[in-house]
């Protein structure tokens, strides 16, 4: 079974500033006979379910805001805020979907600082 | 729009059984695999079940293989899990969510519904 780990588990950003999230599959996520990464992004907001934000480790789903960005290949992805907003505060996961089980990473909190 | 809305959580003792609902509208629901995921209290999100879009073909994860069964019914746009010999560690709440490839499954989750809680305790 592919285990993902993300860093950190949480972090305090300021607003305006810079965010980012790391995350590590133990095994590469790349079909190479499409060369595409299966690694998706989804923000929980409290209260909330999990919402799909990205997806092929770099596709914005219809809605996101563009200061959300994926990227990486293989193995090693980031999930990056350009520019933290109040309502971004949310724990952010990554999932692989590349084969069964499907599996996510333990969460990163984002706060504002 | 696509709405998926969870059923049936409540409390319940270890050892004993429960199953939850999920009804979906919004979309044709014969032709996607859906998903359970939990997430338990302070922890993060677990998948727990898939179901292929004609419910003969079925994966689990293996903290619930031999006690948890998905099933679903097409004709009431509705899935289903059944969960036997809980344990206190299955209290969570259980989402179910929609694939997002349709006739196959890609374990990538487009919609989700809002959740049931399950809490097992005595």
């Known amino acids: 079974d592919i285990v993902m780990t993300q860093s950190p588990d949480s972090l305090a950003v300021s607003l305006g500033e810079r965010a980012t999230i790391n995350c590590k599959s133990s095994q590469s996520v790349l079909f190479t006979s499409n060369n595409k990464n299966y690694l998706a992004w989804y923000q929980q907001k409290p209260g909330q379910p999990p919402k799909l934000f990205i997806y092929?480790?770099?596709t914005r789903e219809s809605g996101v805001p563009d200061r959300f960005s994926g990227s990486g290949s293989g193995t090693d992805f980031t999930l990056t805020i350009s520019s933290l907003q109040a309502e971004d505060v949310a724990v952010y996961y990554c999932q692989q979907y590349f084969s069964t089980p499907p599996a996510f990473g333990q969460g990163t909190k984002v706060e504002v600082k | 729009q696509v709405q998926l809305v969870e059923s049936g959580g409540g409390v319940v003792q270890p050892g004993r059984s429960l199953r939850l609902s999920c009804a979906a509208s919004g979309f044709t629901f014969n032709t996607y695999a859906m998903h359970w995921v939990r997430r338990a209290p302070g922890k993060g999100l677990e998948w727990v079940a898939v179901?292929?879009?004609?419910?003969?073909?079925?994966y689990y994860a293996d903290s619930v293989k031999g006690r948890f069964t998905i099933s679903r019914d097409n004709s009431k746009n509705t899935i289903y899990l059944q969960m036997n010999s809980l344990k206190p560690e299955d209290t969570a709440i259980y989402y179910c969510a929609k694939d997002y490839r349709p006739r196959d499954w890609d374990l990538l989750l487009d919609y989700w519904g809002q959740g049931t809680l399950v809490t097992v305790s005595s």
């Open positions: 179901i292929s879009y004609d419910g003969k073909h079925n």
């Open positions: 092929w480790a770099s």
